[in-house]
Protein backbone atom coordinates (compact mmCIF):
# COMPACT_ATOMS: atom_id res chain seq x y z
CA UNK A 1 0.00 0.00 0.00
CA UNK A 2 1.59 3.22 -0.99
CA UNK A 3 1.72 6.08 1.88
CA UNK A 4 1.52 9.59 2.16
CA UNK A 5 5.44 11.40 2.27
CA UNK A 6 4.09 12.14 6.01
CA UNK A 7 4.57 8.26 7.14
CA UNK A 8 8.49 8.66 6.36
CA UNK A 9 9.08 12.50 7.41
CA UNK A 10 7.29 12.46 10.53
CA UNK A 11 9.39 9.19 11.96
CA UNK A 12 12.45 9.96 13.77
CA UNK A 13 14.95 8.06 11.27
CA UNK A 14 18.85 8.63 10.96
CA UNK A 15 18.56 9.56 7.08
CA UNK A 16 16.62 12.76 7.75
CA UNK A 17 19.52 14.24 9.28
CA UNK A 18 21.95 14.42 5.97
CA UNK A 19 19.52 13.91 3.43
CA UNK A 20 17.68 17.46 2.33
CA UNK A 21 18.77 17.55 -0.86
CA UNK A 22 17.29 14.92 -2.01
CA UNK A 23 13.40 14.58 -3.08
CA UNK A 24 11.32 12.09 -1.15
CA UNK A 25 9.32 10.35 -4.38
CA UNK A 26 7.89 7.61 -2.77
CA UNK A 27 6.71 5.61 0.53
CA UNK A 28 5.15 2.12 0.84
CA UNK A 29 4.11 -0.33 3.76
CA UNK A 30 5.21 -3.28 3.45
CA UNK A 31 3.80 -6.75 4.02
CA UNK A 32 5.76 -8.27 6.85
CA UNK A 33 4.31 -8.05 10.23
CA UNK A 34 6.97 -9.36 12.64
CA UNK A 35 8.45 -8.53 16.19
CA UNK A 36 10.41 -5.43 17.13
CA UNK A 37 14.25 -7.04 16.08
CA UNK A 38 12.99 -8.51 12.72
CA UNK A 39 14.73 -5.28 10.69
CA UNK A 40 17.64 -7.54 9.99
CA UNK A 41 15.49 -10.75 8.73
CA UNK A 42 13.88 -8.15 6.01
CA UNK A 43 16.79 -6.71 5.31
CA UNK A 44 18.38 -9.93 4.78
CA UNK A 45 15.58 -11.01 2.63
CA UNK A 46 16.17 -7.48 0.18
CA UNK A 47 19.47 -8.43 -0.28
CA UNK A 48 19.52 -11.96 -1.31
CA UNK A 49 19.93 -13.35 -4.70
CA UNK A 50 16.44 -15.02 -4.34
CA UNK A 51 15.17 -14.31 -8.42
CA UNK A 52 11.60 -14.91 -6.19
CA UNK A 53 11.90 -10.99 -5.33
CA UNK A 54 11.55 -9.85 -8.72
CA UNK A 55 9.30 -12.97 -9.95
CA UNK A 56 6.71 -11.32 -12.10
CA UNK A 57 7.26 -11.43 -15.56
CA UNK A 58 6.46 -7.62 -15.87
CA UNK A 59 8.69 -6.00 -13.67
CA UNK A 60 11.29 -8.84 -15.12
CA UNK A 61 11.28 -7.67 -18.27
CA UNK A 62 10.66 -3.56 -17.42
CA UNK A 63 14.23 -3.92 -15.59
CA UNK A 64 15.82 -6.10 -18.83
CA UNK A 65 14.74 -2.92 -20.96
CA UNK A 66 16.19 -0.81 -18.58
CA UNK A 67 19.18 -2.16 -18.14
CA UNK A 68 19.43 -2.92 -22.15
CA UNK A 69 18.65 1.20 -22.47
CA UNK A 70 21.58 1.69 -19.10
CA UNK A 71 24.23 -0.03 -21.65
CA UNK A 72 23.46 1.35 -24.93
CA UNK A 73 22.94 5.20 -23.70
CA UNK A 74 25.63 4.99 -21.42
CA UNK A 75 23.57 5.92 -18.50
CA UNK A 76 24.89 3.00 -15.99
CA UNK A 77 29.07 3.70 -17.15
CA UNK A 78 31.23 3.28 -13.85
CA UNK A 79 32.21 6.93 -14.23
CA UNK A 80 28.46 7.99 -13.48
CA UNK A 81 27.73 6.15 -10.12
CA UNK A 82 28.33 6.75 -6.73
CA UNK A 83 32.13 7.39 -6.18
CA UNK A 84 32.06 9.32 -9.26
CA UNK A 85 29.72 11.21 -10.19
CA UNK A 86 28.61 11.78 -7.19
CA UNK A 87 29.97 11.39 -3.41
CA UNK A 88 28.33 8.41 -1.70
CA UNK A 89 26.15 9.11 1.17
CA UNK A 90 28.42 7.29 3.25
CA UNK A 91 30.67 10.62 3.30
CA UNK A 92 27.94 12.43 4.57
CA UNK A 93 27.30 10.28 7.95
CA UNK A 94 27.52 11.40 11.00
CA UNK A 95 30.93 9.20 12.58
CA UNK A 96 28.58 6.54 14.76
CA UNK A 97 26.52 5.91 11.89
CA UNK A 98 29.90 5.42 9.65
CA UNK A 99 31.59 3.45 12.64
CA UNK A 100 27.94 1.14 12.86
CA UNK A 101 27.25 -1.77 10.41
CA UNK A 102 27.35 -0.51 7.06
CA UNK A 103 24.80 -4.00 5.84
CA UNK A 104 24.64 -5.66 2.83
CA UNK A 105 24.40 -5.02 -0.57
CA UNK A 106 21.79 -5.67 -2.87
CA UNK A 107 22.49 -8.41 -5.55
CA UNK A 108 19.81 -8.25 -8.03
CA UNK A 109 19.81 -4.61 -8.79
CA UNK A 110 22.94 -2.36 -8.22
CA UNK A 111 22.22 -0.59 -5.17
CA UNK A 112 25.08 -0.68 -2.72
CA UNK A 113 24.58 -0.26 0.94
CA UNK A 114 25.30 2.77 2.89
CA UNK A 115 24.21 2.14 6.47
CA UNK A 116 22.51 0.16 9.22
CA UNK A 117 20.78 0.39 12.49
CA UNK A 118 18.11 -1.24 14.54
CA UNK A 119 15.57 0.61 12.69
CA UNK A 120 16.55 1.59 9.45
CA UNK A 121 18.77 0.35 6.50
CA UNK A 122 19.68 2.27 3.75
CA UNK A 123 21.27 1.45 0.32
CA UNK A 124 22.67 4.05 -2.20
CA UNK A 125 22.61 3.53 -6.59
CA UNK A 126 23.87 6.72 -8.90
CA UNK A 127 23.67 6.78 -12.82
CA UNK A 128 23.54 9.55 -15.43
CA UNK A 129 19.56 9.54 -14.74
CA UNK A 130 19.53 10.37 -10.91
CA UNK A 131 21.17 9.28 -7.70
CA UNK A 132 18.80 7.20 -5.58
CA UNK A 133 18.43 6.23 -2.14
CA UNK A 134 16.49 3.14 -0.93
CA UNK A 135 15.21 3.57 2.92
CA UNK A 136 13.92 0.81 4.45
CA UNK A 137 12.27 1.60 8.30
CA UNK A 138 10.86 -0.70 10.52
CA UNK A 139 7.85 0.88 12.50
CA UNK A 140 5.70 -0.15 15.03
CA UNK A 141 1.87 -0.48 13.88
CA UNK A 142 -0.83 0.45 15.86
CA UNK A 143 -1.07 -3.40 17.39
CA UNK A 144 1.97 -3.37 18.82
CA UNK A 145 3.94 -5.66 15.74
CA UNK A 146 6.08 -4.08 13.88
CA UNK A 147 6.21 -3.97 9.85
CA UNK A 148 8.83 -2.71 7.30
CA UNK A 149 8.18 0.67 5.24
CA UNK A 150 9.84 1.05 2.13
CA UNK A 151 11.01 4.77 1.09
CA UNK A 152 12.48 6.05 -2.34
CA UNK A 153 14.20 9.08 -2.23
CA UNK A 154 16.05 10.69 -5.47
CA UNK A 155 18.21 13.63 -6.89
CA UNK A 156 17.63 13.49 -10.44
CA UNK A 157 20.82 14.67 -12.38
CA UNK A 158 20.06 17.77 -14.47
CA UNK A 159 17.37 18.00 -17.19
CA UNK A 160 17.33 14.54 -18.50
CA UNK A 161 16.93 13.32 -14.79
CA UNK A 162 13.90 14.98 -14.23
CA UNK A 163 12.14 13.75 -17.69
CA UNK A 164 13.24 10.28 -16.80
CA UNK A 165 11.53 10.24 -13.13
CA UNK A 166 8.67 11.88 -14.39
CA UNK A 167 8.58 9.18 -17.30
CA UNK A 168 9.10 6.04 -15.15
CA UNK A 169 7.10 7.46 -12.52
CA UNK A 170 4.00 5.66 -13.38
CA UNK A 171 5.30 2.34 -14.71
CA UNK A 172 6.95 2.29 -11.41
CA UNK A 173 4.16 2.75 -9.12
CA UNK A 174 1.81 1.20 -10.75
CA UNK A 175 3.97 -2.22 -11.91
CA UNK A 176 7.01 -2.36 -10.59
CA UNK A 177 6.24 -1.37 -6.82
CA UNK A 178 3.08 -3.52 -6.42
CA UNK A 179 4.43 -6.12 -7.75
CA UNK A 180 7.95 -5.99 -5.70
CA UNK A 181 5.79 -5.69 -2.83
CA UNK A 182 3.74 -8.50 -3.22
CA UNK A 183 6.45 -10.52 -3.97
CA UNK A 184 8.12 -9.39 -0.41
CA UNK A 185 4.77 -10.55 1.32
CA UNK A 186 5.06 -13.70 -0.65
CA UNK A 187 8.21 -14.63 0.48
CA UNK A 188 8.38 -12.96 3.81
CA UNK A 189 7.75 -16.88 5.88
CA UNK A 190 10.61 -18.41 4.45
CA UNK A 191 13.21 -16.00 5.66
CA UNK A 192 12.43 -17.04 9.76
Given at each position: ??????????????????????????????????????????????????????????????????????????????????????????????????????????????????????REW????????????LHI????????????????????????????????????????????????????????
Open positions: MRLPSSAHTEQPWRIHEFTGDFELEDVWALPTPGGPDDLDRLVRQFTSDDDDEISDVAVRTLFAIRWRLGKLFGWDRRETGVGSRVGSLRDRLPEDLRAGPRGPDLKVVPFSSVYQTDTAELANRTVHALGWVQDGDGGYHGQMAALVKPNGAFGKVYMTGIKPIRRTVVYPQLIRSIGRNWPKYR
